[in-house]
């Protein structure tokens, strides 16, 4: 069965360093998502992308956050300049059309960690 | 704004023994999709059930189901015949019908099934 696939498993960054994390959405999915899990806390929305667009983002998504599908598999978030509170677990997700009760699937997630 | 509350951090149950999970939301909203989904350790968040707010009848997936109560914005999880691979995390998600896909999650249940 086809799976979200996210790079790496495990990331340690200084503060102040940019970061880029990787998914690969399951392959005819058209959208893609970000979340995140600070340790102990809710998993939190950060951001939809869908036609080469952010559809949606929450309030965490600031400037410092960036999505990009660079090329027909890849689809990436990248911190410009992490902060101590940007350590968490990253999901990727993706689904393959816009019904809202359609099944989102999740990547194994990507643990930041930020020194 | 939509909340969701699972106020059990950790549950066990015996193999081959039934447990509840419980969830409460938040939501002046008439209509929505409710969500639960399982993480295993280290192993993607997985789609067990969902639930659509107009439909009164309570889902059900093999030995999953849901106690689905609107009035009382509660929906829990039952899992009949608990085996030992129903050990993971347990997350209750809320879904707006309009405007947006974005999930909203509680802070999530461990279950343990022990042998």
């Known amino acids: 069965e086809p799976e979200v696939t996210q790079t790496p498993s495990h990331q340690v960054t200084q503060m102040g360093q940019e970061v880029i994390l990787r998914c690969v959405p399951i392959?005819?999915?058209?959208?893609f998502y970000w979340y995140r899990q600070i340790l102990g806390q809710k998993v939190e929305f950060l951001v939809s992308?869908?036609?080469?667009?952010?559809?949606?983002k929450s309030e965490i998504f600031d400037d410092q956050f960036s999505v990009e599908r660079p090329d027909g598999s890849n689809f990436t978030l990248k911190i410009r300049s992490t902060k101590l509170e940007d350590s968490a677990m990253y999901f990727c997700?993706?689904?393959?059309?816009?019904?809202?009760?359609?099944?989102?699937?999740f990547g194994p997630g990507t643990r930041l960690l930020v020194l | 704004a939509q909340t969701v509350t699972q106020s059990q951090p950790e549950m066990s149950v015996q193999e081959a023994e039934t447990v509840t999970l419980s969830c409460t939301y938040d939501?002046?909203?008439?209509?929505?999709?409710l969500f639960w989904y399982k993480q295993p350790p280290s192993r993607q968040m997985i789609l067990v059930i969902r639930?659509?707010?107009?439909?009164?009848q309570n889902a059900t997936e093999n030995r999953f189901s849901v106690n689905f109560q609107k009035a009382a914005k509660s929906f829990s999880l039952k899992i009949s015949d608990s085996q030992l691979g129903d050990t993971a995390m347990y997350f209750c998600?809320?879904?707006?019908?309009?405007?947006?896909?974005?999930?909203?999650f509680g802070t999530g249940t461990r279950l343990q099934v022990f042998p």
């Open positions: 997700a993706s689904k393959r059309t816009s019904a809202r009760q359609e099944t989102q699937y």
């Open positions: 392959s005819n999915h058209l959208y």
């Open positions: 992308f869908y036609n080469n667009e952010i559809s949606e």
């Open positions: 939501t002046s909203e008439n209509n929505y999709y």
């Open positions: 639930q659509e707010a107009y439909k009164q």
């Open positions: 998600a809320f879904m707006k019908p309009y405007n947006t896909d974005k999930l909203i």
